[in-house]
């Protein structure tokens, strides 16, 4: 359903096209990379957290990583992920494929600055078969995205 989702989301605005079947699984930031003829650090990583019970998701660039002192110093609790066979019930979407578009009602999407170096990102697109290619202004007029931030580190400017 997730896919499904996705595609009604862009189909409604008209953006199809930026939407990428595999028969071949991209799963992980590799996985993506290889797929797609492209640099690691241009596959948006999407990582899901609970904070105070509340879910969201951040975007950051594949090589990217959590930083907890600059993750504890925002939302100021400890980075707790969202358990592995919960993902898909609290998000809408299956690990592999977790994205920051058509997203279950109250998941807030943070999208770290790491990705602000590029033209094209590709997202996960809501199961490891399916990708998505944006630019930053489509990531964030589609992800309803709640704001940039700075919790990362590893990435090179």
């Known amino acids: 359903m997730s896919v499904e989702n996705i595609k009604e989301l862009f189909k409604k605005n008209n953006i199809e096209e930026l939407i990428l079947h595999s028969e071949e ?10 797929l797609l003829g492209c ?8 990582m899901s957290f609970v904070v105070y019970d509340n ?3 951040i975007v950051s660039s594949g090589d990217s990583k ?15 992920m969202i358990p592995f066979n919960e993902v898909e019930r609290i998000t809408g979407h299956t690990p592999g494929g977790i994205c920051p578009f058509a997203l279950n009602e109250g998941v807030r999407v943070y999208l770290d600055i790491s990705l602000k170096r590029f033209d094209i ?3 996960g697109g809501g199961d490891e078969h399916t990708t998505i290619k944006v630019n930053i202004e489509q990531l964030e007029r589609y992800s309803n995205y709640t704001e940039w931030i700075d919790i990362c580190n590893g990435w090179n400017n």
């Open 25 to 34: 699984i991209s799963d992980t930031v590799i996985h993506a990379a290889k």
């Open 39 to 46: 640099e690691p650090k241009q596959i948006a990583k999407t």
């Open 55 to 57: 879910p969201i998701v």
């Open 66 to 80: 959590i930083d907890n002192s600059k993750y504890k110093a925002y939302f100021k609790t400890k980075a707790k």
């Open 121 to 123: 990102i590709y997202t």
